[in-house]
C-alpha cells in the first residue's frame, strides 16, 4: 500500500528531560522519524521539553515546540496547528502515558487527529499486566505464574499464593521503576508499598521469580499487511534478575539454538500480531530456561525502545526511519534498504561481526546509594563495541567506559582477594564482569562461578580464554620476544597495547611500535546489514585486525569530530547535540566530516549524519590508526566534552591539528591552578587560592585561607569529588579520599564565597572578536554546582554594572586563553564584586539551552569560526527570546532509596528542560525563586 495521502501533517511526542531509564535514545529516534516523515513532504511538528536535544533543534522538524509535555501543552499546538496523525512511538514510555491520557481526554477526538505506529488498545494490553497476562494466556504464551494487585492486601493474598521468591512489577512504569525481587517474606511489604506507589495506576504485577533463566530481547517491525520482520535478537549475558538496561547484552545471540530460535522468532511475531493492527517498531522480552529452553514472555513494548536504537546500530538497519514510513501506509516491500539502496527494507539483517553493549553507571555521584543491580534499571548511559569475535567485542566496551580500564582486566585494577571477588559475583554490581575474569584467573572453577552469577557456560569459557592467553603472555619479558602469530591472536582478542604492557611490565609505546613494524594495524569493515551478500552504500566502519581494509580514504580534505562517550552525570546529550552541529558546519565548509563515538544511543552515531562513522571507543589507540588512515586535516575536541578534550595532549604530542584553539590553552584553562595564576597575572578577581599534592600541604593551605573552604581536584567533569568543608578534620578527610582515587591530581583549595550569587557566560571568540550569547543567572546561590542549579536567561537581579564587567572579563580571558571557538566562564558575584571561579574552553552543558532560547543556530557558527571559514563578522546575529527561558535540572534520586540528595559542588542531575516565562509575576518562576531564600537562610 502506498503512502496514506491524508496524512499532510503528523505531531511527534518527544521523552522530555533525561532521567535513568529513558535517555538520548529518543533523540535519536525522534529525530531520525521526523527526518523520515519530511522525505515524503509531511509537515512535521514536534514537541518536546528537552533543549539539550537534536530532536528539538530547527533542523529537525518544521515547528518545534519546546513545552512540558502536557495534555494542555498538546492543547495549545492543536488549537495553533492544523494536525492529521499524531505519532507516540518515538518518545518512549512518556509520550506513549501522554498519549493514552490524551486519548482519555477525547482530545484527539476533538480535533480530528488520529494516532499512527499504535493505538491505544495496543498500548494498554503491553503497559496494564493483568491484561498482558490474560492475552498471553489466550495466545498459548508461556507466562510465569501472577496476579494483578492494586491494594496492600491484594499484594499480601498474591505474595502468598505464589511463594517466594517472586517479582513485584509496577504497570505503566519506566525503567522498572518500583520493581523488584523479592526473596524473603521478611522484605515483601515494604517492596509491594514501594510498587504501589510508583505506579501512576496504583497496580502491581505479583508474579514467581524465574532466576537464573536466560532472557533475550528481539526487535521487530510490521507493516499494515502483516508482513513482519526480526531485525535483530540480543542476548542478554547476565541472567533473569537484572534489568535489560543494566546487563551486558550481545547480538547476535551467542548460546540460543536453532530450535530455539526458531521457536522464539515465532512467538514474537505472535505476539505482536495479537496486540492489534498497527504498523511500526515492537521489542518483545522472553526468559528460557537455559536446562530445558522453555520460554516465557515478560513484556512487549509497541514502541522504539532502548534496544532499538542499539539493534539499529548493531544492524545497521534505521529500525526508527523505517517505523515512521510504516506508519504512514508503506509496506516494507515498498520501501529500500538504506544500506544497500538496492534490497528491500522487508529484510532481515544478517551480522557477520558480534556487538556488545555495556551499561555505563555514576553510583559514586550517589552516596549512600545501594550499589546492587536487580529489576530497576540504575544505569546513566552505554556504549556499543563491535568486534569480529566476542571477545574482542567486550574488551573494547570496556576501553569504551571512559572509567580508565585498558580493556576486560589486565591493566592494574585486578583484585586479588578470592573471598571479595567470591562476593562480589552473588551480590551482583556494576563491576561484576572483571570480578569474574579475576576469579577465572585466580583458579576459580569455571562451574562455581556458573552457579554464583548463572552467566552461561560459553561467556565464561570465553573469558577463561583470555586468562590463559595471558599465562602466556607472561612468558615474554619484552615485546620483541612475541611471535607474529601469537601477537596478531592476542589483537584480535580485543587487547590493548596498554594491558599487553602492563603484562610484560613494559611501556605501551613499546608494544604499539613494535607491533606495527611487524605490520599489525586495525583494518575496518563495514557495517552493511546483510553480511556483505550486497554491496553497501553506506560509510559506517568498525576496526579489526583482518587482511582487508573496506574503509578506503577518499581525496577530499577531511576533519574528525571526536564524539562524548556514554552518557553519564556531568558528561550528557547536549554534547552530541554539539557533535552533530559541528558534523553539519564541517560539511558546509566543504570538508568530509568524520565520525568517531561509540554510544549507540545518539543522533551523531546514525547512519547518515557524516560522511564517515567510526563506531570505536574514542580511546587514544583507536583513534591514533584512524588517524593514521585518514590523513586529516585536523581534529576538532571542542565539542565532545571532557572525553574529546583530554585526548588532546597526546594529539598535540603527536604533531596532529586540533582545530580551533590550541591544547597548550585548553589546558592552561583546564588546570585549574594554572588558571587561578593566570586570572592574578592579568588582574581578574578570583577567590584566594592554593594547590596541594599532599594532605600536609592541604592542612598548609588552609591556614592563610578562611573556612569554608571549596576542595576539588584538577582536571574532572561534573564536580567529580568536589566538597565545601568547614574545618581541618573535613579538609583532611575529603584530600584524602581525593588522592586515594585520584593519586594523579594535585588537590585544588579555593576559598568559599559564602552567600554569593552565580552566573555564567557561554562565548564565541574567533582570536579578534568576541560574541556574548548568552548570561545566565543561577537561581541557587554560589555551592551549587552549575548544572544542579536553575539558571534563568537573560539575568533578572543582577545590577548593569556586574554585567559590564563579566562581559569585559570574559573578552579579556577569551583572549588571554587565545579561545577559537566556544568558552564557558562561571563568575561568583558578592556584594557588586565579580569573581572568576572557571572557565571551560569548549562547548558547554548550556550551549543548546542558550541556542534553543534565541533560535540561533551557534554551534554551527562556533564550527565555522574554529575551521577559520568564516570570522564573527561574517554573520547576521539576530537573537530571538520574548520574556525569559529557565533551565531547569532534573534528578533521578528516586531510583536510589536512602541516598543522600543534598545538593553540593558535585553535579547529581541527570537532565533537564526549559521553561519559557513572560515576565517574572510568573507563578512558576516565584515558586523557583523562593529556593534561593531557603538556601540563603540555611
Known sequence: ??????????????????????????????????????????????????????????????????????????????????????????????????????????????????????????????????????????????????????????????????????????????????GSFVMKAKDFDEALRRGLDASPSHEVLVEKAVLGWKEFELELLRDANDNVVIICTVENMDPMGIHTGDSITVAPAMTLSDTGYQQMRDDAIKMMRSLGNFAGGCNVQFAQNPDTEELIAIEINPRVSRSSALASKATGYPIAKIAAKLAIGYNLD??????????????????????????????????????????????????????????????????????????????????????????????????????????LRLGVPINTVHKLTNIDLWFLKQIKLLVKTEERLLKFNVAEDIPYEFMLEVKRMGYSDGQIAWLLRIKEEEVAAYRKRLGIIRTYKMVDTCAAEFEAKTPYFYSTFDTENESIPSDNKKIIILGSGPNRIGQGIEFDYCCVHGVLAVKEAGYDAIMVNCNPETVSTDFDIADKLYFEP?????????????????????????????????????????????????DLAEDRESFSDLLKEIGIPYPQYGAASDVDAALEISKSIPYPLLVRPSYVLGGQRMRIVINDDELERTALSIFKHMPDNNVLIDQFLERAKEAEIDAICDGDDVHIMGIMEHIEPAGIHSGDSSAMLPTYSLSEAVLEKMKEYTAQLAKALKIKGLINIQFAIKDEKVFVIEANPRG???????????????????????????????????KNLDGFAIKVPIFSFEKFPNVDMNLGPEMKSTGEEIRFIKDLTDPYFRNLDSKRSMYLTR
Not at 490524551?102 to 499486566?129: F, P, S, T
Not at 574554529?866 to 554573520?875: A, Q, T, V
Request: proline share 4%; with cysteine.
Open 844 to 878: 558547554s552543558r548550556t550551549t543548546p539551552f542558550i541556542a534553543k532560547a534565541y533560535k540561533v543556530p551557534y554551534l554551527k557558527i562556533a564550527t565555522l569560526v574554529m575551521l577559520g571559514y568564516k570570522k564573527l563578522k561574517d554573520f547576521e546575529i539576530v
Open 618 to 666: 574514542v580511546y587514544w589507540e583507536h583513534l591514533e590508526e584512524i588517524i593514521d588512515l585518514e590523513k586529516p586535516e585536523g581534529v576538532i575536541v571542542q565539542l565532545g566534552g571532557q572525553t574529546a578534550l583530554k585526548l588532546s595532549k597526546k594529539l598535540k604530542e603527536k604533531g596532529i591539528k586540533i582545530i580551533g584553539t590550541e591544547y597548550e590553552d585548553m
Open 1 to 178: 500500500m502506498p503512502i496514506d495521502t491524508s496524512i499532510k501533517s503528523v505531531l511527534i511526542i518527544g521523552s522530555g528531560p533525561i532521567v535513568i531509564g529513558q535517555a538520548c535514545e529518543f533523540d535519536y529516534s525522534g529525530s531520525q522519524a521526523a527526518r523520515s516523515l519530511r522525505e515524503e513532504g509531511i509537515e512535521v511538528s514536534l514537541i518536546n521539553s528537552n533543549p539539550a536535544t537534536i530532536m528539538t533543534d530547527q533542523v529537525t522538524a518544521d515547528h518545534i515546540y519546546l513545552k512540558p509535555l502536557t495534555v494542555e501543552s498538546l492543547e495549545e499546538i492543536l488549537q495553533e496547528r492544523q494536525v492529521d496523525a499524531v505519532l507516540p512511538t518515538m518518545g518512549g514510555q512518556t509520550a506513549l502515558n501522554l498519549a493514552i491520557e490524551a486519548d482519555k481526554q477525547g482530545l484527539w477526538d476533538k480535533y480530528n487527529v488520529r494516532m499512527i505506529g499504535v493505538d491505544v488498545d495496543a498500548i494498554d494490553l503491553a503497559e496494564n499486566r493483568e491484561l498482558f497476562r490474560k492475552l498471553m494466556v489466550e495466545i498459548g504464551m508461556g507466562v510465569a505464574p501472577s496476579f494483578i494487585a492494586n491494594s496492600f492486601l491484594e499484594g499480601k493474598s498474591a505474595a502468598q499464593k505464589i511463594g517466594f521468591p517472586l517479582v513485584i512489577r509496577p504497570s505503566y512504569t519506566l525503567g522498572g521503576t518500583g
Open 334 to 439: 515498498e520501501l529500500k534498504n538504506q544500506i544497500t539502496k538496492t534490497t528491500s527494507a522487508y529484510f532481515e539483517p544478517t551480522l557477520d561481526y558480534v556487538i556488545v553493549k555495556m551499561p555505563r553507571w555514576n553510583f559514586e555521584k550517589f552516596y549512600g546509594s545501594d550499589h546492587t543491580l536487580g529489576l530497576q534499571m540504575k544505569s546513566v548511559g552505554e556504549v556499543m563495541s563491535i568486534g569480529r569475535n566476542f571477545l574482542e567485542a567486550i574488551q573494547k566496551a570496556c576501553q569504551s567506559q571512559e572509567n580508565n580500564r585498558m580493556g576486560l582486566g589486565a591493566d592494574k585494577k585486578e583484585w586479588i582477594r578470592t573471598s571479595d571477588i567470591l562476593e562480589r559475583l552473588e551480590k551482583v554490581s556494576d563491576d561484576r564482569i572483571y570480578r569474574v575474569k579475576d576469579a
